[in-house]
C-alpha cells in the first residue's frame, strides 16, 4: 500500500479546492431532476395524457434519437426516466472527467504535482486522489437524486436503479479520464479525448435508440436506460458498469507505472518553426486564439437545430394532451400556432446560446489582460482599440455565424420533416437571425464593464444569466412588463408566427454600438494591467 | 535630447503609493542600468513609458515624445521584454516572435536566425511547453531582433541559466556597439557592473542615486586594510572613519571619500607595513540602500 502512501491528505486537499464547484454541480442537477418528476407529475395527470405522450415520442425519430424510448408510459416515474436518465448520466460522466482531470494532469502540468510528488507520496496517490474524489462527488449525487425522486412521490426501486444509472455512467467515465490523463500531456487535450469517447457513447445510444437497438448496448449511457428505472428494474446491468471501470482502471494504474511525471503518452505535437505569413494583425491572433471555441459551440448549435427543428413538425401530437405544456409554449413563443409558438422559444433559447459565446468571447479580453499577455502587443504599434477590437469583431461575427448555422440546421430538419423547405427554412433562420440585435446588446455591455471596471468585467456574466431568467420564468410567473423589458430579449419580434419590425432591431442594435463606444472610450483612459 | 527623461514622476495605486517623485535620464546610445528592491517601482515605471499605465503627476518623455498620448509613433521605435513572459499556451515560439516582430513593424530575418542559435531556442515547441527560461529567450529574442532604438528590458535574465546570461550579455554589448539605447532593470549586480555605463537606484518610489559608476563610488567609503608598525589608537575619532575593527597592529577600516587624504596619513606615521585598499563594488552601494531600508523599518516598527 505504500504506492498510495498520502492520498488521504491529498483528498482532503482537494475536497477544499472543489468545495464550492461540487457542489454548484451537485445543485443544479438534482434541481432539474426535482423539477422534472414534480412538472411531470402536473402536465401529465391523466393515463390518457401519459400514454397519448409516450405514443408520440414512440413515433418521432429525433426525440427517440435525443431522449430514447418511454419504457413505461403509464407513470412519471417513467417519463421521467426517458427524460433524464440518459442526459443526466453524460452530464454526471462530463462532470466526472472534469474532476478527474482537474485533480490529475491539470495539477501535473502545472507543476504542483511535481512539489506533491517530492513529498511522501506513493506514486498512485494523485491518480487515485483525483478519482476517490470524483466518485464521492458522483456517489454524493445519486444520494441525493434518490431522495429528491422519493420526495416528489416517485417508488423507491425505481429511484434506486436511476441514482445508480448515474453513478454508474460516472464510474466508467471516471476510469476513462483517468487513462486519457495518462495519455495526454496537457489538461486540454485529456478532457477532450475523454468527451471525445463521451460524445461517441451518447451517440451511439442514439443511434440504437433510433435504430437497431443492439448499438445501444454498447454505450455506457445506454446502460443507464436499459437499467430500466421505473420500469422493471433490471439489476444486472450494473454488472456492466463495474466490470467495464474496472478493466480501464487497471488500464491507468498500468499506465501510471510506464511513464515519468509531466510526461504523456501522446507527444505534444510541434508547432511551426515561423508564423503563417497572414499571422500579423492583432485579428489575425484573435481569430487563432478563439476559432476553437467558436467550432465548439457550432456543433453545439447545428445539433440543436437539428433537434429541435426535427421535432417541431410533430410537436402537437407530443403535447396533445396536455394543455399546460402547451400553455407554457405559446405563452414563450407568444403566438397562437403550437408549431411557430415552438419554433420562437427554439430561436429565443438560440439567441441567449449565441449571447453566451460572445460573452465568452469578449470577456477573453480580460483574460489576455490579466495573463499579462496584453502587455507585450500594447508594447508594439497596435493601439488599446485596436486590440479590443479585434476581440470584439470575433464575438460579433461569431455570433452571426452561430446564429445563421443553428437556423439553418433548424429551418432545414423542419422544412424537410413538413415537406416544405422552400417556405420553412428563410422563416426559421430569418427568426434566428432576428436574435442578433439582443445578442449585441449583452455583448457591449460586457465590453462596457471590461473597459470600465475591469475587475468587475465578470459581471457581464450576471447581465446574461438576469437575461435568461427573465426569458424562462417571466411568461409563466406573468412577470410585470417593465421588468420584461429591461431584458433586450423581450424586445425581438417572436418569429415565425409574430409580425416582424425592424424598429425594436434598429434601437438594439444602436444602443449596442452605443454601450460599446462608452467601453472603449473608457478603455482608453484606463491603466491597463 | 535623452531617451528618456522623467521628472517627478507620481503614480499611485488606491491608497498605495507606487512612484513617489521618480527622476530618471537615459542618454541616447547608452546602457543604463535601473536597480531597486523588490516593489520599489522599477516594473510601474517602464509600464508608464509604455504608455500602459498613466501617470497621475510628473514629466515624462521617451524618445523626445508622450508615452501615453503617442503610442503608435513611439511603440515603432522601442521593444520591450517584460519581466515575467507568458505566452499564448498554443502558439509556437517561432509564431510568438514572427507575431511581435510584424506587430513592431518589421524584423531582421538573418539576425532572427542567428538569435535562435546563439540563444539555443527550440522555435516549434508550443508556448505552454517552454520553461521560464525559454519563454524569456522568445521575448529576447522577438526584441533583439527587431529593428528599433530603445530596447527596454524588465529583469530579462531572471531565469537564464549562467550560460545563457553570458550569450545575453555579448548580445547586449553588441546592441551597445550599434549605438541602440538600453534600459536594463535587473537585480543582478555583476550584470549591470558589466554592461551599464550608468545606473540609477530607486527605492520607494524614488530615485536614491544615480549617475555613472565611477561617480558613484566616489560618494561611497573606500575600505582599507592595514598592517601597521604600531597598534593604532585614536583613529576611530577620527570624522570620516567608519566600522573600525582593530586586530593587534592590523586594522580594517572604511573611510569617506573627502577623509581618504587625512586618514591615509594619519596610518602613515604610525609606520604601513603592508596597505590594500578597494573601491566599493555596486553590491556594496547597493546593499547600503537595502540596510538602511531594513534598519530604518526595524527603528520605527509601528510607524504604520
Known amino acids: 500500500m505504500t504506492q498510495l502512501l498520502g492520498t488521504n491528505a491529498l483528498v482532503q486537499l482537494g475536497m477544499r479546492r472543489d468545495r464550492i464547484m461540487i457542489p454548484v454541480w451537485l445543485y443544479a442537477l438534482i434541481a432539474v431532476v426535482a423539477s422534472t418528476g414534480y412538472s411531470y407529475g402536473r402536465l401529465y395527470d391523466t393515463r390518457a395524457a401519459r400514454l ?89 449525487l445519486a444520494g441525493l437524486v434518490l431522495i429528491a425522486q422519493v420526495a416528489v412521490g416517485l417508488p423507491f426501486a425505481g429511484a434506486v436503479a436511476f441514482a445508480l444509472g448515474w453513478f454508474g455512467a460516472g464510474l466508467v467515465f471516471a476510469a476513462v479520464a483517468a487513462v486519457t490523463a495518462q495519455i495526454a500531456e496537457t489538461s486540454r487535450v485529456a478532457n477532450g479525448l475523454a468527451f471525445g469517447v463521451l460524445g461517441l457513447a451518447y451517440l451511439l445510444r442514439a443511434v440504437g435508440d433510433a435504430g437497431p437497438s443492439w448499438v445501444s448496448w454498447l454505450s455506457p449511457i445506454g446502460w443507464s436506460q436499459q437499467l430500466r428505472p421505473y420500469a422493471g428494474e433490471r439489476w444486472w ?42 499571422l500579423r ?19 453545439a448549435l447545428l445539433i440543436y437545430g437539428a433537434v429541435i427543428g426535427g421535432i417541431a413538425d410533430g410537436i402537437d401530437a407530443l403535447v396533445q394532451e396536455s394543455k399546460g ?27 441567449l446560446a449565441a449571447a453566451v459565446y460572445a460573452v465568452q468571447a469578449v470577456l477573453r479580453l480580460r483574460t489576455e489582460e490579466t495573463e499579462q499577455r496584453a502587455e507585450p502587443l500594447l508594447a508594439t504599434r497596435v493601439g488599446r482599440i485596436r486590440w479590443a477590437l479585434s476581440h470584439v469583431t470575433i464575438a460579433v461575427a461569431g455570433s452571426v455565424v452561430l446564429l445563421a448555422l443553428g437556423g439553418l440546421s433548424a429551418g432545414l430538419a423542419h422544412g424537410l420533416r413538413s415537406h416544405d423547405v422552400g417556405h420553412q427554412l428563410p422563416r426559421v433562420l430569418g427568426a434566428a437571425l432576428a436574435q ?17 471596471r475591469p475587475r468587475a468585467a465578470p459581471a457581464g456574466w450576471g447581465v446574461l444569466g438576469a437575461c435568461l431568467l427573465l426569458w424562462l420564468l417571466g411568461p409563466s410567473v406573468h412577470l410585470a412588463q417593465w421588468a420584461m423589458d429591461i431584458s433586450p430579449f423581450t424586445h425581438i419580434p417572436k418569429l415565425p408566427g409574430s409580425a416582424f419590425s425592424t424598429t425594436p432591431l ?24 | 535630447m535623452p531617451a528618456i527623461d522623467i521628472q517627478n514622476l507620481v503614480k499611485t495605486f488606491g491608497r498605495t503609493q507606487a512612484l513617489n517623485g521618480l527622476d530618471l535620464s537615459v542618454e541616447i546610445g547608452e546602457v543604463h542600468g535601473f536597480l531597486g528592491p523588490n516593489g520599489a517601482g522599477k516594473s510601474t515605471t517602464i509600464r508608464v513609458l509604455l504608455g500602459l499605465l498613466r501617470a497621475d503627476s510628473g514629466e515624462v518623455r521617451l524618445l523626445g515624445g508622450d508615452p501615453w498620448r503617442d503610442i503608435a509613433t513611439l511603440h515603432r521605435r522601442l521593444a520591450y521584454v517584460p519581466g515575467d513572459v507568458t505566452l499564448w499556451p498554443n502558439l509556437s515560439g517561432g509564431e510568438v516572435i514572427d507575431l511581435l516582430g510584424r506587430l513592431r513593424g518589421g524584423m ?44 527596454i528590458l524588465d529583469e530579462p535574465t531572471s531565469g537564464l541559466d549562467p550560460l545563457m546570461e553570458e550569450v545575453f550579455r555579448e548580445c547586449i554589448a553588441d ?65 570620516g572613519v567608519h566600522d573600525l575593527n582593530v586586530d593587534g597592529t592590523t586594522v580594517r577600516l572604511e573611510v569617506d571619500p573627502p577623509q581618504l587624504g587625512d586618514v591615509l596619513g594619519e596610518l602613515t606615521k604610525l609606520g604601513v607595513r603592508s596597505l590594500a585598499s578597494r573601491p566599493p563594488t555596486l553590491e556594496e552601494l547597493f546593499l547600503r540602500h537595502y540596510a538602511t531600508d531594513a534598519s530604518r523599518e526595524r527603528s520605527t516598527p509601528e510607524a504604520s
Open chain 2, 175 to 239: 546592441e551597445r556597439a550599434r549605438g541602440r539605447t538600453v534600459l536594463l532593470s535587473s537585480h543582478i549586480l555583476s550584470e549591470v557592473e558589466a554592461l551599464c555605463e550608468r545606473v540609477s537606484i530607486i527605492r520607494d518610489g524614488r530615485t536614491v542615486e544615480s549617475g555613472s559608476l565611477s561617480e558613484l563610488r566616489h560618494l561611497t567609503r573606500t575600505s582599507i586594510t592595514a598592517e601597521l608598525d604600531t597598534a593604532p589608537d585614536g583613529l576611530a575619532r577620527h570624522p
Open chain 1, 436 to 452: 442578433l440585435p439582443a445578442t449585441w446588446v449583452v455583448t457591449a455591455v460586457a465590453l462596457a464593464l471590461f473597459g470600465l
Open chain 1, 52 to 140: 397519448g405522450f409516450a405514443s408520440a415520442v414512440a413515433t418521432n425519430g429525433s426525440t427517440l434519437a435525443f431522449y430514447g424510448h418511454v419504457y413505461n408510459a403509464d407513470s412519471i416515474g417513467g417519463l421521467t426516466a426517458w427524460r433524464l436518465s440518459g442526459i443526466g448520466a453524460a452530464l454526471t460522466a462530463a462532470f466526472t472527467v472534469l474532476l478527474v482531470v482537474r485533480h490529475t494532469r491539470a495539477d501535473e502540468e502545472a507543476g504542483r504535482l511535481e512539489l506533491i510528488g517530492a513529498g511522501v507520496v506513493g506514486r498512485y496517490a494523485p491518480l487515485t486522489t483525483g478519482v476517490v474524489i470524483a466518485l464521492g462527488a458522483d456517489a454524493a
Open chain 1, 281 to 299: 494583425s492583432p485579428l489575425a491572433l484573435a481569430w487563432r486564439l478563439q476559432r476553437g471555441l467558436l467550432a465548439g459551440w457550432a456543433v
Open chain 1, 506 to 529: 434598429a434601437l438594439l442594435t444602436a444602443i449596442a454600438v452605443l454601450v460599446a463606444a462608452a467601453g472603449l472610450a473608457a478603455l482608453r483612459r484606463r491603466d491597463i494591467g
Open chain 2, 108 to 151: 531582421d530575418e538573418r539576425r532572427r536566425a542567428e538569435l535562435l542559435e546563439r540563444f539555443e531556442l527550440d522555435p516549434t515547441k508550443k508556448g505552454r511547453a517552454y520553461s521560464k527560461g525559454n519563454r524569456q529567450k522568445v521575448a529576447l529574442v522577438a526584441a533583439l531582433a527587431s529593428d528599433v532604438e530603445l530596447l
Open chain 1, 237 to 278: 446491468v450494473l454488472g456492466l458498469f463495474v466490470a467495464l471501470a474496472a478493466v480501464i482502471g487497471a488500464v491507468a494504474y498500468g499506465l501510471v507505472e510506464r511513464r515519468d511525471i509531466g510526461a504523456g503518452l501522446l507527444p505534444t505535437r510541434p508547432g511551426p518553426a515561423a508564423a503563417a505569413p497572414t
Open chain 1, 325 to 351: 405544456t402547451r400553455d407554457i409554449i405559446t405563452d414563450m413563443g407568444g403566438t397562437k400556432s403550437l408549431i411557430d409558438a415552438f419554433l420562437a422559444t427554439a430561436a429565443g433559447l438560440l439567441g
